[in-house]
């Protein structure tokens, strides 16, 4: 069963620290959403170490007391739950008093579960040490008996709560954060099923004089893993895909914007970005468009509106749409004079006044477009080898 719970205190502790230090999550970032997300999950995970039979030797043997670890490990799990209420209250929202008034309340309620459950251990006769069925071993005795039964209740209560107002929640919202709630519910369901559920019918199979242990100590571990993991992907797959995706998207912008820049560049005056395995596929993405913009601008005083004019009817006979003719002209013009610009020619005079598209828009989907028909656009090269005898023929006739 250690092996269990550490690989899922593992993995719960990498979610916290993933979505703490999230892409594009500066120190200002961090608000109460986020903290109360991460703490959530960390004494998810500390719940998880701290009940493992391993911990548990070691925590009992460290303080000199048998079965010290199990007033810890109940107390993190009251910790747990309230942390699970305090998130859902900020992840709501609402007014700041309501959410601080709730908060309080919150910890007051679930503060006094805890001193509740350290003192009725002290009373209690613990003398035998439990690793794995604390639970049912001690369900007769008392004030053990009641300690079980309020940290089960305690975290049967959470675990409602939160249900419940997830359901309510989550046929107001759409999308992503709809996905995570209902992930919240299976969790819950999974939880009250497969973890409290099972404990509470080996705590009353030893109150009727039975024997339904493994229940307690084989199925009920598992599923509260499960349960937690579910719950934890619920709550940071709304919070960390958004900025994934957004850098993928940066990723990938980036490396299409390569034949343009590979292009232009030459005559970009930018200055270089910092280099560093550091640096964001955003931060990369939006120094190389700095840089091909002012490529751009060096590059307009040989804009030749007749190859931009001359490529868009040819695009237009071939059947492309208006926008598609216009991104394979600019493409044409544009190639047209970086040739110009490496063969040092002189600029046209008087200069073109065209506008790019690409300067229209304040995204980086303009200069995308733009590299994606220099680079598998036939036109521009059929349409500027043509241009390049027209003019020619004209320039002579």
């Known amino acids: 069963m250690s092996f269990v719970v550490y690989v899922a205190a593992a993995l719960l502790t990498l979610a916290a620290v993933v979505l703490y230090r999230r892409p594009g999550a500066g120190t200002g970032a961090r608000g109460p959403l986020t903290v109360s997300t991460s703490v959530a999950i960390a004494l998810a995970a500390l719940v998880f170490v701290c009940s493992a039979p391993l911990t548990l030797a070691v925590v009992n043997d460290v303080a000199g007391v048998p079965n010290f670890g199990a007033p810890l490990t109940y107390g993190l799990i009251s910790a747990y739950s309230c942390s699970l209420m305090i998130l859902l209250v900020h992840w709501r ?11 309080r309340r919150s910890i007051t309620a679930y503060g006094a579960l805890v001193v509740a459950i350290v003192v009725l251990f002290v009373l209690a006769d613990t003398d035998t040490e439990r690793l794995a069925d604390l639970d049912t071993y001690y369900a007769t005795t008392p004030f053990m008996r009641e300690m079980i039964v309020l940290y089960l209740v ?38 009250l099923l497969g973890f409290q559920v099972t404990k509470y019918t080996a705590v009353a199979a030893r109150w009727a004089g039975g024997d339904l242990d493994f229940l307690s100590t084989a199925v009920a ?32 912008d980036h490396r299409s914007l390569r034949p343009l820049w590979s292009r232009v560049g030459f005559v970009s005056t930018a200055p270089k970005p910092p280099s560093g395995w550091w640096q964001s596929p955003r931060q990369r993405l939006h120094w ?9 601008l060096a590059l307009a ?3 030749d509106d007749l190859v931009r004019e001359d490529t868009r009817d040819t695009a237009a006979r071939a059947g492309r749409t208006p926008h598609q003719a216009r991104m394979a002209a600019e493409a044409a013009m544009v190639g047209d004079a970086a040739r110009r610009a490496a063969a040092r020619e002189q600029p046209l005079d008087p200069p073109s006044t065209y506008r790019l598209y690409a300067t229209e828009v304040s995204d980086s989907s303009g200069l995308v477009e733009l590299a994606h028909a220099m680079r598998y656009s036939p036109v521009p090269a059929l349409a500027r080898e043509g241009t390049v005898r027209t003019s020619h023929g004209l320039h002579h006739g």
């Open 221 to 252: 571990p598992p599923m509260a893993a499960l349960a937690a993991l579910i719950s934890s992907a619920g709550y940071t797959l709304p919070r960390l895909l958004p900025p994934l995706r957004a850098h993928w998207r940066a990723l990938g």
């Open 93 to 103: 929202g609402g007014p700041r008093e309501r959410i601080r008034r709730t908060v």
């Open 288 to 296: 190389r468009e700095v840089a091909i913009h002012d490529a751009l």
């Open 154 to 191: 305690g975290h049967t209560v959470a675990t409602v709560v939160m249900a419940v107002l997830c359901w309510k929640w989550q046929r107001e919202v759409t999308g992503l954060l709809r996905t995570g709630l209902r992930l919240i519910m299976a969790s819950s369901v999974v939880d």
């Open 301 to 303: 005083p040989y804009f």
